[in-house]
Every structure is written in C-alpha cells, then in structure tokens.
C-alpha cells in the first residue's frame, strides 16, 4: 500500500471534492464515470462531495451534489441562447457570456471559476480535489489552495481536427476553430498539474503528443462497467435485423454518420432497424436519416435507466461502436459486457478495449463505409460466430474492468499526490494534518 502523506494515517479514509461541469450519464461517458466512480469511492469509505453544473450529475444518495449553476447557454430545448443581462449574477456568468460572445465554448472555464470560489470558503474541509476533465484556468487556482488531481478520457484536440476535417466551408471551419479555442487553455493546464489520470495507453501518447504533457505526470487508470448490472438476459428474444449503438452527441467523433450509411446499405438486403440511445438533435446526422429515408426504422431512447438499457442490449442482436476515435469507450464495454456481438472500429484506443478482431469483436477500419457494412453483415449472417464473440467479450470485460478496480487504483494515486512534499504543505496549512477521520 502507497505511503499517505506524513501525519496522515495510511488507508485513512479521505474527504474529497469531485468536479464535473457537465455530469449526467446521458450527456456522455464523463457523466457514467462520474456517477460510478463516485459510488465506488464511497463504496470504499471515502466521503465524497460533487461540485456541479447543468446538466447535473445522477449520484449515490451518499454523495452530496453542490450544484453550481451555468447560464446553460448550450441546453437541450435552445441551444446558443444569449442570457438577459438580468442572469448574470457572478464573475463565471460574466466569464460565460464574454466567451460567448467570442463563439468559444466557454463552460469549462466559467466553472472552474465556480469551482474555485466555492471551494475557497473550504479550505479545511477536503483533503484533495479530483477535475473530471475541466481543465480550466480556476482549477489551477484550486491546486494552489488544496491538492489536485485531473481525469483527462482524451485529448479534445481530437474532437477539433475530426470536426474541421469534417466542415464544407471555410467560414465552417472557423466557426470550429473559436468554438474549440478552449482546447488551448486545457492543454496549459495540463501540463502544469502534478498528476494526470488517463484511461487508456492510447490516450496516454495522444495527450502527450497534442498536449505537451510529460508522460511523467499521467498514470494509466481504466474505467469500469458493473458486470452484475450490465449482464445477458437470456430470457429475452433478440429481435432479428436489430441493431443497438449509443449516440451521446452529434459530432464528427462519434462516427454515426458511417453508420447510417451502412443501415442504408443493408436496407438494400434485409430489414434492419436501429436503437440509438440518444436524442434526436438537429444537426448533420439528423438531417442524414431523413435524406436516407431511414426515420421509420430508427428508435431513439434517452432518459431511461440502465436497466432498461441492458435490456434494450438483450433485444439487439449486435452492439456497433462506428467512432472515428475514441480515448477508452464506455458503451464498447458495457456493451460487452452484456454478452452481445459487438461491431466496432479500430478508431483510436477501441483495439485496446475491445480485442482481436474475430475472437470479442468484429472490427472493421473507421470511417470505412464499406469496412463497416462488411462487418455488420458479418455478424448478422452467423449465429455462432455472434454468440461466440458475444460470450468472449463479457469475459474480457469482467476479467478487466470494475468500477472497485478503477476506485482503488484512483485511490493510489491520490495517495501519490498526497505524499508530495508541496501538497504535505497545503495540508498542514488547511488544519487536515493529524486528523482522525
């Protein structure tokens, strides 16, 4: 067991303030990791406090949600509203709406703000804080004041090339760029922060070589999937021709637009549907399923539980993962782990989730069309081979991932940071040296 900082006990349990600026589970996998790591840390006896913005985060009734408020500029019912002067009612409103003005997406760097003026009236109350991935200016602020450690899934610098490849016009591909200005403020960050978490060895290079982080500072520390919630359901028929993916935003990223030109394809042969965990939002993929004529075979589920989800799995008879890139992959495993077939590409750190190819996975080449189709069909024309793989791939999943393997190697860490001389300082001088609980 790692040494915990001088005067703290080792193994004491630790009082930690968990940052998420957007942490519901259906805005994406921030959101699951949130939701679950948190869980299993107290799971593990630590007490844990979540600082908030909109959409807000779904926790343990154990954990405390500190809600701080955005101007949810970029909300589902009107996205890109401008606030009345009348809402701006604190320095990270202010700092919302400038960077709005600029076209940048502002909400990381406005809730650090947040972040960081609450957590200066507790100072004495936290041993370390953990960012999920904010990375903004107010964060290193925070690490001045109480010990600090960043989850960083992947580089969004990733999101921003595959965006701008993807826009038409150059004024498009400007409108991307300020959008995803604030990419240059976390990469700053990053790179001054004693210690990065990062959930795969592929995002681990990316990060290095986008963001110019030391690979000294970030340790490997994988997600998790709850093989007890997300298990098979024999009991359940698949429905033949029946397709399932996980949409958590309509960018260039996630690749569904691939996908949609496969469904079409296969339309040409056979009746398939599709199941898009997601909403349905406006945008170049919404537009793509009515200029294919494929609204009437496609069913989007948003807001439902995870229960219903695994039984939405147990329905399908593939799981397709069609991302041009992916820093680990959350709906690949807990797919997976449900005991379907899944189809996935070989976009970023997916090879390394998912496996070989034929053995748990049928893979195929992101942004292959054809690759994709191919791969699809594959699993749809053999029974065996999808029960075969379907199988392997839970195994690999509970062999590999749970959310107390990912607490307890996160824990390590924070005991790691803990130990640094500078951070031994910020203890003392908070009254959290020589506590006993």
């Known amino acids: 067991m790692l040494r915990n900082a001088p005067g703290l006990p080792d193994d004491a349990p630790l009082h930690l303030a968990y940052l998420t600026y957007r942490g519901k589970p259906h805005v994406g996998g921030q959101g699951v990791y949130t939701r679950h790591l948190t869980k299993a840390l107290a799971d593990l006896g630590h007490t ?65 703000v947040r972040a960081r003026d609450a957590l200066k009236q507790r100072l004495g109350d936290f041993d370390l804080v953990h960012d999920n991935q904010c990375l903004g200016y107010g964060v290193l602020s925070i690490e001045t004041m109480i010990p600090t450690i960043v989850t960083l899934h992947h580089p969004i610098t990733r999101d921003r090339a595959l965006e701008m490849e993807h826009s038409t016009t150059r004024g498009k591909r400007r409108s991307v760029g300020r959008w995803y200005s604030f990419v240059k403020m976390q990469g700053r960050v990053a790179r001054r922060m004693p210690r990065i978490v990062v959930v795969s060895e592929n995002s681990i290079t990316d990060i290095h070589d986008d963001m110019g982080v030391s690979r000294e500072r970030m340790r490997l520390v994988p997600v998790g999937v709850d093989p007890e919630l997300f298990q098979p359901h024999p009991e359940v028929a698949r429905q033949p021709d029946r397709l399932i993916t996980t949409a958590s935003a309509d960018v260039a990223l996630k690749g569904l637009a691939y996908l949609l030109e496969a469904m079409a394809k296969l339309r040409t042969e056979r009746d398939v549907r599709l199941t898009i965990i997601g909403k349905p939002r406006a945008g170049a993929s919404n537009d793509l399923i009515d200029k294919l004529g494929l609204r009437p075979h496609i069913d989007f589920v948003s807001g439902v539980t995870d229960e219903r989800i695994v039984e939405l799995y147990a329905e399908a008879q593939l799981a397709v993962v069609p991302s041009l890139y992916e820093g680990f992959s959350l709906p690949a495993i807990e797919a997976m782990s449900t005991g379907i077939c899944l189809v996935a590409t070989d976009g970023g750190a997916l090879p390394e989730v998912t496996g070989r190819d034929g053995e748990t996975v049928l893979q195929c080449t992101a942004g292959d069309v054809e690759s994709l189709t191919a791969a699809i069909r594959r699993g749809l024309d053999d029974d065996d081979l999808r029960d075969r793989i379907g199988a392997a791939g839970r195994q690999r999943v509970v062999e590999r991932w749970s959310w107390k393997h990912c607490a307890l190697l996160t824990v390590d860490q924070y005991r790691e940071v803990l130990a640094m001389p500078g951070n031994v300082e910020k203890l003392r001088r908070n009254g959290r040296l020589g506590r006993t609980s």
């Open 48 to 112: 844990v406090e979540v600082y908030g913005g909109q959409p807000y985060p779904v926790l343990d009734e154990r954990i405390a949600l500190h809600e701080l408020p955005s101007l949810d500029i970029w909300n589902d019912q009107y996205p890109g509203r401008f606030p009345a002067y009348w809402e701006i009612k604190h320095r990270g409103d202010l700092v919302e709406v400038l960077t709005h003005l600029k076209g940048t997406f502002g909400e990381p760097l406005a809730f650090s």
